[in-house]
Every structure is written in C-alpha cells, then in structure tokens.
C-alpha cells in the first residue's frame, strides 16, 4: 500500500486540525504500556496483605500476650519486707500458707483411693531456732517474699516418691521475675535427699552427685510441685530423680540425684536430721500451719 493511500486514510478516521504530533504519538504509546488498573497489582495486593496480618498479630498479641514479653520486660515488684514479724508479713504468710492447702493438685491427692498410702510433713516446722537461724533453707532463706511458708511434703510410706509444695517468692529471682536456677537446684537437693534418706539405714545422707536439667523459665510468686522417685537402692547408696512442675503440669526442671550415707553415719544426730526434713504424721493428727497453728483434716 502506498504512502498516499495511507495518508488519506488517516485523514479519513482523524478530524481535520487534530492529526498527532509526534510527541503526541510518543505519549501515548506510553502510556498505552501503564496498568489499567492499578489497584490490583501484586505489589499493592501484598501490602494491603501484610498490613492486614500486622493488624491482626498485633490485636492478638494485645490481648494474649506472649510469655517472652513478660520475661524480657517483667512488671516492678516491691522488696520482700524486712521484719518477718510484721503484721504484713505475717498477714503474707497466712495468706500463702491458706492457698497451699487449697491447691487442687493437693487436694486431688488427697481425695485418691490410696490415700491412706500416702502421710505429709512440714518440713522445719519442729526444727529448734537455735540451729534453724543457721540453716540456709530454714533460716536465711525463709521469710515473706522468699520461702515464706515450710515446704509440705505428701510421700508415700514406702518413701518411694513423694510430692513436694514449695511457694517461691520475688526474692528468689536471678533475673528479674525469673527464680534463680541455683535456689531451684537446691530445692532439689534437699527434696531427692530426702527420699534417698528415708531410705538408708541410719536415715542420714550426703549428696554425692546432683545432675539438673533446666526445661523453662520458672517465673517467680507461685507454687512450685517437685516430685520425687526412688530409682534404684543398692545398701548405703541411693539414686533419685525428680522434677519441678508449675501447677498446671509444665516440667520446669528435671534433675537427678546419687545420694550415700556416710560411713560416720552412727556419730551423727540422726533425730535432729528427723526433725529438719519432717517425721510422719499419724492419720489422726493435725498439720502444723506455718504460724503453728494446726489444720485438721476431713
């Protein structure tokens, strides 16, 4: 086809005084190659999506917040007070000492068939001031804001296992909030020795070896539940493991305990020892509470 016939074409289907120019021509052809739409381009589409997520996370996370919040950015608590004797302190320790007992771990243990296999102790409870002020567990570490209530030790009469109830407070924290993984294991120590013990003998034991595993975060102010079961008894060594539970069955720490008793074990005073870890209570009587009042049981 030739350049005339083009021409007069062109002039055929553009109105006279609008052919284009060439720029015109150029503005077109890029325009032409701009979306239609461009709403619906997957860059927008994407980010209308994540902002939509963030959203969502975001009112989530408002009203469930993580736990790693609360550990990274725990809440100020006040220091534990400095006269157990107070009557705040004492208004604490009743407090805490109230809810121990209505724990429903403790009183499911309790109601359970078996329970006439079972007996509880208090730990401390008899043991004489002059030895208690320096004992870690029974002095330096007792009081409001720390261990403010004796543990209480449900074991079975066999003294193959036990359940252990030990209230830790915000005194106890390495970091802030988070009880110090050295106060966990030595609560551990003493709750394993205490099986292994009441297995030799002579019921006196030294710890010979303490492996703790350390599974979550324990956070500070709440109940602790350590359980305990005798392993394997071979004479005058003894192997125990246990573990340290929340109050809705978390495993916090998990450890492992070889316990001996020592050859010297008939010139030690065994019935103070006795007295320290908690002796059997008969069915019939009442428990000590931790101002030395006494809880009878139904």
Same mark, same amino acid.
């Given at each position: 086809?030739?350049?005339?016939?083009?021409?007069?074409?062109? %002039?055929? #289907?553009?109105?006279?005084? $609008? &052919?284009?120019?060439?720029? !015109?021509?150029?503005?077109?052809?890029?325009?032409?190659?701009?979306?239609?739409?461009?709403?619906? /381009?997957?860059?927008?589409?994407?980010?209308?999506?994540?902002?939509? =997520?963030?959203?969502?996370?975001?009112?989530?996370? =408002?009203?469930?917040?993580?736990?790693?919040?609360?550990?990274?950015?725990?809440?100020?608590?006040?220091?534990?007070? /400095?006269?157990?004797? =107070?009557?705040?302190?004492?208004?604490?320790?009743?407090?805490?000492?109230?809810?121990? $007992?209505? *724990?429903?771990?403790? %009183? /499911?243990?309790?109601?359970?068939?078996?329970?006439?296999?079972?007996?509880?102790?208090?730990?401390?409870?008899?043991?004489?001031?002059?030895?208690?002020?320096?004992?870690?567990?029974?002095?330096?570490?007792?009081?409001?804001?720390?261990?403010?209530?004796?543990? &209480?030790?449900?074991?079975?009469?066999?003294?193959?296992?036990?359940?252990?109830?030990? $209230?830790?407070?915000?005194?106890? #924290?390495?970091?802030?909030?988070?009880?110090?993984?050295?106060?966990?294991? !030595?609560?551990?120590?003493?709750?394993?020795?205490?099986?292994?013990?009441?297995?030799? @003998?002579?019921?006196?034991?030294?710890?010979?070896?303490?492996?703790?595993?350390?599974?979550?975060? !324990?956070?500070?102010?709440?109940?602790?539940?350590?359980?305990?079961?005798?392993?394997?008894?071979?004479?005058?060594?003894?192997?125990?493991?246990?573990?340290?539970?929340?109050?809705?069955? !978390?495993?916090?720490?998990?450890?492992?305990?070889?316990?001996?008793? @020592?050859?010297?074990?008939? *010139?030690?005073? =065994?019935?103070?020892?006795?007295?320290?870890?908690?002796?059997?209570?008969?069915?019939?009587? @009442?428990?000590?509470?931790?101002?030395?009042?006494? &809880?009878?049981?139904?």
């Amino acid at each position: 086809m030739s350049s005339a016939v083009l021409r007069h074409a062109a %002039q055929k #289907c553009i109105p006279r005084g $609008h &052919l284009p120019t060439r720029s !015109t021509l150029i503005s077109r052809a890029s325009y032409s190659t701009i979306p239609k739409a461009t709403a619906k /381009s997957p860059f927008l589409n994407r980010f209308l999506l994540f902002s939509l =997520s963030g959203l969502t996370f975001y009112t989530v996370g =408002s009203l469930y917040p993580p736990p790693l919040s609360t550990f990274l950015f725990p809440r100020p608590a006040p220091a534990p007070p /400095s006269d157990p004797t =107070s009557p705040t302190s004492l208004a604490l320790t009743a407090s805490i000492e109230e809810k121990l $007992h209505s *724990l429903p771990v403790l %009183q /499911s243990l309790r109601s359970q068939q078996d329970a006439d296999e079972w007996y509880e102790a208090r730990p401390y409870v008899n043991f004489p001031e002059e030895r208690r002020v320096n004992n870690l567990s029974a002095g330096a570490l007792r009081g409001p804001g720390k261990l403010a209530v004796p543990p &209480l030790v449900r074991a079975k009469k066999d003294e193959s296992e036990s359940y252990v109830f030990v $209230h830790v407070g915000r005194g106890l #924290c390495g970091h802030d909030g988070i009880v110090h993984g050295g106060l966990l294991a !030595t609560v551990l120590d003493e709750t394993l020795a205490r099986t292994a013990i009441n297995n030799f @003998p002579d019921k006196v034991g030294v710890t010979a070896n303490l492996s703790v595993n350390y599974r979550a975060p !324990t956070r500070a102010d709440q109940f602790l539940v350590i359980r305990t079961k005798l392993e394997d008894l071979q004479g005058r060594k003894a192997r125990v493991s246990g573990r340290v539970e929340d109050l809705n069955g !978390t495993i916090l720490v998990e450890a492992t305990g070889t316990f001996v008793q @020592p050859k010297y074990a008939k *010139l030690l005073n =065994s019935a103070m020892l006795k007295q320290a870890m908690g002796e059997p209570t008969k069915s019939s009587e @009442p428990i000590l509470l931790a101002d030395g009042e006494k &809880l009878k049981l139904k």
